[in-house]
């Protein structure tokens, strides 16, 4: 419900946007080193104070009612900062697993999350639809195995981002959030299996409902 989301448009309100970008194709293939970025992260952070005061809007503001008072939480217990994909056309996806004592990591659900706003999730349809099962399959075993070996065990729940990166025309596929606990779409997801009787194929990435026969006397029913 974006409860503790803030977000904040940096690059249309940073006066030195479009130096910064001559900086990085001045020094070229140089720029990701540290020194290279120097001067412009410093002239970045001198910008930046400023401009997420005047500029930075609260999600949900049952929580936080102004600005300040999310500023004075975040600075208080600290957050996560992430930057937003280079796209106007971005779908987030939800994948709940489960791992086991033993290391064996299950993936339960995916999901393509529905948006009430940009940051406000309304609903998951699931199984998700936008990226190649199989890709998806691999990233989250992976980030499964990561949190085991950091003693982590029992239900996880990953959230991703998709798009096309417009420079290269390939889809991307970055991972945004990890919670640690048995989530309401894990919960759903269990529902929706208990009412159809249905399953999740971890191999094909669908989610499959067994063929009912239904009673003459009910077909014909339904016919009239």
């Given at each position: 419900?974006?409860?503790?989301?803030?977000?904040?448009?940096?690059?249309?309100?940073?006066?030195?946007?479009?130096?910064?970008?001559?900086?990085?194709?001045?020094?070229?293939?140089?720029?990701?080193?540290?020194?290279?970025?120097?001067?412009?992260?410093?002239?970045?952070?001198?910008?930046?104070?400023?401009?997420?005061?005047?500029?930075?809007?609260?999600?949900?503001?049952?929580?936080?009612?102004?600005?300040?008072?999310?500023?004075?939480?975040?600075?208080?217990?600290?957050?996560?900062?992430?930057?937003?994909?280079?796209?106007?056309?971005?779908?987030?996806?939800?994948?709940?697993?489960?791992?086991?004592?033993?290391?064996?990591?299950?993936?339960?659900?995916?999901?393509?999350q529905i948006r009430a706003t940009e940051f406000?999730?309304?609903?998951?349809?699931?199984?998700?639809?936008?990226?190649?099962?199989?890709?998806?399959?691999?990233?989250?075993?992976?980030?499964?195995n990561a949190c085991y070996e950091r003693g982590?065990i029992g239900y996880i729940s990953v959230g991703?981002?998709?798009?096309?990166?417009?420079?290269?025309?390939?889809?991307?596929?970055?991972?945004?959030?990890?919670?640690?606990?048995?989530?309401?779409?894990?919960?759903?997801?269990?529902?929706?299996?208990?009412?159809?009787?249905?399953?999740?194929?971890?191999?094909?990435?669908?989610?499959?409902?067994?063929?009912?026969?239904?009673?003459?006397?009910?077909?014909?029913?339904?016919?009239?």
């Amino acid at each position: 419900d974006g409860r503790g989301t803030a977000y904040c448009d940096v690059t249309s309100h940073l006066e030195c946007y479009k130096w910064a970008l001559k900086q990085a194709e001045r020094y070229g293939s140089k720029w990701s080193k540290r020194w290279a970025q120097e001067p412009t992260t410093i002239k970045i952070y001198s910008e930046l104070p400023e401009i997420i005061y005047n500029n930075l809007k609260v999600v949900n503001n049952k929580l936080f009612p102004s600005v300040e008072k999310f500023l004075v939480a975040f600075t208080k217990s600290g957050g996560v900062i992430e930057a937003c994909p280079p796209s106007d056309d971005v779908t987030c996806i939800t994948v709940d697993m489960f791992i086991a004592p033993t290391g064996d990591v299950e993936i339960k659900n995916t999901g393509d999350q529905i948006r009430a706003t940009e940051f406000q999730t309304w609903a998951i349809s699931s199984p998700q639809t936008s990226i190649n099962p199989s890709r998806l399959h691999s990233i989250s075993q992976s980030v499964g195995n990561a949190c085991y070996e950091r003693g982590i065990i029992g239900y996880i729940s990953v959230g991703y981002a998709t798009f096309i990166d417009p420079l290269t025309e390939d889809q991307q596929l970055w991972a945004i959030d990890l919670k640690i606990q048995y989530t309401d779409t894990m919960a759903m997801s269990n529902i929706l299996q208990y009412v159809t009787g249905g399953h999740f194929d971890n191999g094909t990435g669908l989610f499959k409902i067994p063929e009912y026969k239904v009673m003459p006397e009910m077909a014909s029913r339904f016919q009239s």
